[in-house]
């Protein structure tokens, strides 16, 4: 094989790879129907510890759920990324890790999440 070949076979690889990710991604963010009782075992479990009972944080540099303006009034699809892939904002003191430092989560489970979030703690 040539050295061409295996570059082209790497970046066509790598195209496919992230098409993967781009529709699995974009097919929950379009079925956003989380369960959120299950989404509230997922939060007791894996979330709680940082962001405590009330959603407004075990503490400082946890974000407040409740906050009209807080973290929940951004999209699912930007919340679900983020949950996912860990975030932190500029300045931050202290990352949120990735699926909350869950590997075993799943997609589903975080759709679940964040349906728990918005009930327990967005806008009534
Ligand atoms: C080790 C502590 C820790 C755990 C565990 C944790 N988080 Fe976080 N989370 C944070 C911190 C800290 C931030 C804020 C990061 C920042 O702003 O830099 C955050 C931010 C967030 C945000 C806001 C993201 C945004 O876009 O504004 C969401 C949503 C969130 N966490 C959900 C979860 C969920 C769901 C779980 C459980 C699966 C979880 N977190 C587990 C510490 C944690």
Redesign the pocket.
Known sequence: MTGLTVGKMAVMFAFGLGGLVLSALSVSADHAEGDKASGAT??NG??V???ADNGKGAFP???NFTKRKG?LA?SDH??AL??ITG???PG?M????A????PN?TEQNVMD?IAY?RSAFGKK
């Open positions: 997922v939060y894996t979330c510890a940082c962001h540099g946890v974000p973290p951004k930007e919340l983020n949950i975030f932190q904002s931050s202290m990352p949120m890790p699926k909350g430092g869950d989560l999440v979030l």
